[in-house]
Each structure stands twice: as C-alpha cells, then as structure tokens.
C-alpha cells in the first residue's frame, strides 16, 4: 500500500468548524494528491502537490486548502466546513505514473 | 476540461456471465488506467495502457485502449463473486496539457456477481 495513512479515518463535526485531515507517506514520493468520493461522481480531485510547498488545485478545489511543509505529509483544510463537504477522502501518491490510495477518512458534517 | 464518462453505472450478474464496462474521454489522453475498489475498500491499481489500440490480458479481464486514445473497455469473462467492486477507468491527459500529472477518473462501474 505505498506506507500511506490517513488520519482521522472518521470524524464527525459540525457546520462552520474548520477541520484538518491528514495524508502520511513513508516513501517520499514527490507528487500527492487529495480527492473526494460522492455517489454518482466516481473520485474528483480536490489539490494535489508536486513537492514541498509546490501545490494546485484540482476541479473541485473550492473550499479547500492545503499545504505541505514536509515530503511526508500533505494536509487538507476545510476553513469551515459545510454539508456539501460531507464525504469520504481519499490521499493517494504517484509512483511512476501508479497512483497508491490510503485508506480513506469519512467525513460527516452536521 | 477533460472529462472522463464511464457506463454502465451499475450491472448486477450470474457468476459465470461476462461482464464489459466502458470508458469515453472527451480529449486525447496518453494513457488509461483502470482501478478496481472492492466495498468499504479504497481504489486499486489493476493496469495502465499506453499504446493506440493496445491489448493487455490479467487472467480473466482484457483492457483495450482505442484507436484514437480517446476511449477504454475492461471485459470479465466468466465473472467470480471475487470480482464484485467498482471498477474506474482514470486518464491522464499529455505532456502539454496542463494534465500530465494528474488523473481524471471515470464515475464508475459498480459490479454485482450473485450464484
């Protein structure tokens, strides 16, 4: 699985709060990517990151942020989070052209 | 942008059926690759085609990439109960389209095999 976690794996949280998931790799993989899952919508891409400090917005990029101050890891912010929000999260790493999926993070947001 | 249609959304089979989903983009892309998401799971890597009309066979599944790089089947002969998932096509557009690095995925085939 490409030493990638994700963390929380589930959380639940409330509308207007700001929330912080985690992407972790061992590998030191240069490219990172952040999606979405929804019903009907297969798996969009939120921001991905060709390097520390080297990030850009995927299509559905709207009210999201992230950064990445280390190889290892790679954050996605939601600033505050609403409803539409609601959904599972995917990291995943580029190897070669490959990508490698984490385990996924639930996100309910009331 | 590049867009990336997948269909059917959802085929329910017998073991043994074949099963066949389809993968249309709207521009040029250099590659396909093809992802399978077992439930409750996250996607997995199953293959990349690179070629124009290109053919690669795993056991019981066949790839195909089209002539003009622009569409994709993955085709199941005799399908298990192991094959149920989702299965994605994602393509990755060329060196001078600003999509290199990244996948546009499909929406999804969602597979049922009953006995």
């Known amino acids: 699985d490409a030493g990638i976690t994700q963390s929380p794996r589930h959380k639940v949280t409330e509308t207007g709060t700001p929330v912080t998931l985690r992407c972790h790799q061992t590998?030191?993989?240069?490219?990172m990517y952040w999606y979405r899952q929804d019903p009907g919508h297969g798996l969009r891409l939120i921001h991905y990151s060709y390097g520390v400090k080297d990030t850009d917005k995927g299509e559905v990029s709207d009210g999201y942020s992230v950064s990445r101050s280390k190889t290892e890891d790679f954050l996605l912010t939601l600033e505050s989070a609403t409803s539409s929000q609601t959904s599972v999260y995917f990291c995943?790493?580029?190897?070669?052209?490959?990508?490698?999926f984490g385990p996924g993070t639930r996100l309910t947001v009331l | 942008g590049q867009q990336v249609m997948q269909i059917p959304q959802y085929q329910h089979v017998q073991e043994g059926e074949d099963f066949t989903t389809y993968c249309n983009s709207s521009?040029?892309?250099?590659?396909i690759q093809w992802y399978k998401q077992r439930p409750g799971g996250h996607p997995v890597f199953l293959i990349q085609l690179v070629k124009s009309g290109e053919v690669k066979k795993q056991k019981r599944l066949t790839f195909q990439f089209g002539e003009a790089k622009k569409n994709s089947s993955l085709h199941i002969t005799a399908t298990q109960t192991t094959d149920v998932g989702t299965y994605f096509c994602?393509?990755?557009?060329?060196?001078?389209?600003?999509?290199?690095?990244?996948?546009?995925f499909g929406t999804g085939t969602r597979l049922q095999v009953t006995l």
């Open positions: 521009t040029t892309l250099s590659n």
């Open positions: 590998e030191n993989h240069r490219y």
């Open positions: 995943a790493i580029s190897r070669y052209d490959e990508q490698f």
């Open positions: 994602a393509g990755q557009g060329g060196a001078n389209t600003g999509t290199a690095s990244k996948l546009t």
